[in-house]
DNA sequence: GACTATTTGACAAAATTAGTCTAATAATCT
DNA sequence: AGATTATTAGACTAATTTTGTCAAATAGTC
């Protein structure tokens, strides 16, 4: 994604600084010459390592998505049973979409969607978590939890869930559903978890 | 300030809408568009109230300084003996600084200062202010709680105070120590009051 | 309807920002 | 030390955005 990857340091400085910047203003009102400043350097700097305003969005985009990734990965790692993961899987879930509300209203689907990379980002996350959740249902088939799928009726499953957590990004969800999120993630998990059981 | 305050509903609307995007933004990355968007009003009704931008801002300023000097005097009112209404003005003031580091950096004193009539609005609040220590230094003296001092005294030592008050202002005075501010207000206090005990 | 007040849209001038490119500077190697 | 490569910055232009203007449209009042 950056044309030169050889300073670490001051490639990570400069994403950082944007994380901060395009979250604190939005990516239209933010300008390079702020994230250049930020860090104490020119705006040509900046140009040296990403070609453009908008690759270095789509950089902090990705950077992020690949955290959260890790986390959903560890989270269902660290959690028992099927439930369990499905549940670490769904929270983890609206913590990224938390961050991404933070950096500056780039959570709308059709915001989203402008970005060809982003697109592609997008559709990787997807199949990642599609990946994580058939995970979580074959092993509750396996331990006699869930009744019996075949692996087409898994990844159709899998596919839903993973578009109801899309439908999450719409607006029209209310930040006050996330205020109760103890409550809706049991509710959700249930709804979800209904078309499994034997 | 405005052009013409006929339409006194409009004019409180357009002065809201404006306090809220400035401070959100602060005045720079803020527009005239983003404030009548806001309000679903067109940019050219913004001009038929207020000449231009820094017009509205100076507005919105004075407006915010206003309502201080009327919480200032409220404050003091209620407030029993001068040890309690010195208190009572400095935490006004503190109050006053948080409101205005709210409206976008605008509390650096150099950029307070490119305003003429931002200036002149500074000069009132400051003749205020010594107008109220005045009023709480004769209460003491009267009182008896404080030594005796001459009018000129009473002016100079006054002026001292708002000074301490303007410093507080500058950049060098972290968010820290506004943390603490019970802490922080005792001990400014006992400064000034150090000089009029008996 | 006539008159006045308010609002808006189109637009030009001014300001700001993104991006380019060359020179300066720093780092590395021999 | 000089040569080479990598990184950074400043000057600058083109593109974009914003401020402010003004005439027309619209709303309100008599």
């Known amino acids: 994604m950056s044309l030169v990857p050889k300073d670490d340091k001051v490639l990570q400085e400069i994403l950082q600084a944007a994380r901060e910047i395009f979250s604190k203003f939005g990516l239209k009102k933010s300008t390079m010459e702020d994230v250049a400043r930020s860090i104490g350097k020119g705006k040509s700097t900046l140009y040296y390592y990403y070609s453009g305003k908008n690759e ?18 560890r989270a269902i790692s660290n959690a028992s049973g099927p439930l369990a993961k499905l549940k ?34 997008k559709k990787e996350l997807e199949i990642t978590q599609v990946g994580f959740v058939k995970e979580i249902v ?20 899998s596919y839903w869930v993973v578009a109801g957590f899309g439908g999450l990004d719409h ?19 249930g709804f979800i978890l209904y078309g499994l059981k034997k």
């Open 171 to 189: 607006p029209v969800y209310t930040s006050d559903c996330l205020k109760h999120s103890d409550v809706f993630t049991e509710k959700v998990t």
């Open 138 to 157: 074959r092993e509750g088939i396996e331990g006699g939890e869930f009744r019996n799928l075949s692996e087409e009726d898994i990844t159709l499953f």
């Open 88 to 121: 670490a899987l769904f929270l983890e879930r609206l913590e990224l979409k938390k961050q991404l509300l933070n950096l500056g209203q780039v959570v709308q689907q059709d915001f989203f969607d402008n970005f060809e990379t982003l697109l592609n980002i």
């Open 56 to 73: 270095l969005f789509e950089a902090v985009i990705k950077d992020e998505l690949d955290k959260h990734i890790k986390n959903m990965q």
